[in-house]
Nanobody
Framework: VELVESGGGSVQPGASLKLSCVAS????????MGWFRQIPGKERELIAT???????TYADSVKDRFTVSSDDGARTLYLQIDSLKSGDTGVYSC??????????????WGQGTRVTVSS
């Protein structure tokens, strides 16, 4: 499985971005995907997840402004980010959890896409 993110960039506070994560190679019909971000000086954190059943979860820090979705036909994962703040600056990565059960680990990772929020 190869994951490639895109959609990051430099934006002003209040703007929106939609990040994409395209999967290629062998892809699983049943999947559990996650979006992570690493803010400078902090550890990488899991901010959103989505499963092939459509269930989503969000970290408390982002749940009012971030929306995760997927297009199975396009094998693409999305992260819509609204009302961007300077504190959202960081590198955003997608990853696939294998297996989806509680014992699974995020085994496949993209290279990340950088988001910079600055006035």
């Amino acid at each position: 499985v190869e994951l490639v993110e895109s959609g990051g960039g430099s934006v002003q506070p209040g703007a929106s971005l939609k990040l994409s994560c395209v999967a290629s190679g062998y892809t699983h019909i049943t999947y559990c995907m996650g979006w992570f971000r690493q803010i400078p000086g902090k550890e990488r954190e899991l901010i959103a997840t989505i499963g092939s059943n459509g269930d989503t979860t969000y970290a408390d820090s982002v749940k009012d402004r971030f929306t995760v979705s997927s297009d199975d036909g396009a094998r693409t994962l999305y992260l819509q980010i609204d009302s961007l703040k300077s504190g959202d600056t960081g590198v955003y990565s997608c990853a696939e959890r294998i297996p989806c059960s509680s014992g699974g680990v995020y085994a496949y990772w993209g290279q990340g896409t950088r988001v910079t929020v600055s006035s």
